[in-house]
């Protein structure tokens, strides 16, 4: 697997910036915990390695994220993109979802 230059020391820096938990929720396992770009990484070389646009989320979180199922304001509330039918996802993407803000570097 190929990695990015830096995309060690960046996800070391974004765990540590949410204290190691996903922003949106009570997930801790490190093996599951992903420093998520806000805008992406081909998309924006000048915010490349700033903290300001790395969420610290878990896998299921981050996915979700992707695929645009969920994002977050200007005053970094989230915005779940629509109600699904699947009990899996409105347990992950309740309609009251809260963003833990991280130590420094806000988005």
């Not at 938990?21 to 396992?29: F, N």
């Not at 896998?59 to 005053?75: I, N, P, Q, T």
Request: charged share 25%; aromatic share 6%; net charge positive.
């Amino acid at each position: 697997r190929r990695s990015r230059r830096g995309q060690d020391a960046l996800r070391r820096l974004a765990m540590r910036n949410y204290r190691n938990c996903c922003a949106l929720c009570d997930v801790t396992d490190e093996r599951l915990l992903r420093a998520s770009h806000i805008v992406p990484w081909a998309l924006a070389k000048e915010s490349r390695g700033m903290l300001s646009n790395v969420i610290c989320l878990c896998a299921f979180h981050d996915v979700l994220f992707e695929l645009g199922r969920w994002s977050l304001d200007d005053s970094l509330e989230p915005l779940v993109a629509q109600e699904s039918a699947s009990s899996i996802l409105r347990t992950l993407l309740p309609s009251v979802l809260k963003f833990r803000a991280p130590l420094a570097h806000p988005p």
